[in-house]
DNA sequence: GTGGTCTAGACCACT
DNA sequence: GTGGTCTAGACCACC
């Protein structure tokens, strides 16, 4: 897997970069974007990737191994968990976008913005992702 | 201004709450809802009402005022600056709006979902919003 | 609570420390000695005092908050989490015993030792505990 | 010897499998389970019927080796060492159990388990391992 | 090569 | 004062 086009974070964000990645790990098991079994960058090699300090992939590693999401093997590369053989349910998956999406309605309504606008904009947005370039 | 029901704070988040004090305003002020002149939630009050220290809120408040936006009076509530006299026009507010929905585009494409799915969820929120009930 | 004497690490082991310490702490728990709201030490406290690197503390007190065990209040000392509000049953409790017992057997066997010298021996370390001394 | 049953590791542990390995063949040798001139399994073998790699095998024979507990000879299987002809006395093996009793001695108190239940599953724990199942 | 643990120390957010 | 995040870098265990 290529390291540095899969995963990308912020570094500007509030969000810390450890928390990032585990976000993104979860979303791509979820979608089966990641399946079991497969391995994930090195933690030296996404680092590098990033520019940032091995410990903080290796943080991020850690705690979805506790979460049983990841599987360490001494001495080889982590790997997804076995138990997670399938994406879940698009029906599922969505309920995961919606504190996000309830997050920007409530930032529409403070900037007094009509519904319509909002969504001509993510519509936009969303098109312009799935072209390609971000 | 009743305090509790204006401003709304998240304190999972790894947002540090003064920060999200500051958005809201800033936002607010763009949408017109808090126009020039008008008088903000004392510190104390806003702090008892989102049960935050009230050193948090003077915080987001000094932030405000040294980027012009509020203005201090002695012994009086601080007020919205004057020369934030009328909205920001909603070609520009809905700038404002685009880093959310970039970020919200990022975890649709992560989680492997439809556009479509993505732009009917966020309409239903959008319409919840709007009827009163977050 | 004092730090000093309630946890106890042992450096020359191969358990990492940060370990040690989320074992103490469950076990802790589970038997009431530490109740729901109590105060855990300050990482800084506890690090002076197993004169340990305040990072390792923090590191077994982040897993043990993702665990649910314990709360994080911003500003403010970690403690033990609501909803373990009482001890478990001892009959929960002597569970979480069993695979220390079992590895300690399996020792037994294969140092050739007839139970009886075992269990005499585990009587009078437990005695010596209890009355005071370890 | 079957290399199977003879050895057994937990790789879920902190503690290295080469380790364990070390801490078994001492046990055996101490109890005369193994004693002087008897072959134990190659690395190759065990290092398959355990599910490691044959250096971890390897390495802890060397320390063994290195410890005078084995002796390595060209081309044929590694055995117990010469000077290791009788097993040590019942009185100096049980001493090799002290510190294993001593953490599980400090389990019970944290568990606030009263040293009879403690006792008791050990009993029942020993007796199972006994009669042929661990 | 893989990941893990720990130290030393800086800087941030919050009470 | 509280905890959190991150960097820099050493050393260990294992493949």
Not at 43 to 69: C, D, F, N, W
Request: zero cysteines.
């Amino acid at each position: 897997m290529s390291a540095d086009t899969f995963f990308s974070i912020n570094t500007g964000s509030t969000e810390p970069i450890y928390r990032q990645l585990i976000e993104q790990v979860r979303r791509r098991v979820a979608s089966g974007q990641l399946s079991a079994g497969q391995e994930i960058p090195s933690v030296r090699e996404l680092a590098q990737a990033l520019a940032v300090h091995p410990m903080t992939i290796s943080k991020a590693y850690s705690m979805l191994e506790a979460e049983g999401l990841l599987e360490r093997r001494r001495g080889l590369a982590m790997r997804v968990a076995a138990r997670h053989e399938r994406a879940q349910p698009a029906a599922d998956r969505i309920e995961l976008l919606r504190p996000t999406l309830e997050h920007a309605a409530a930032e529409v309504q403070q900037l007094g913005l009509p519904s319509s606008k909002a969504l001509a904009l993510f519509k936009e947005i969303l098109a312009s992702h799935e072209s390609g370039e971000p």
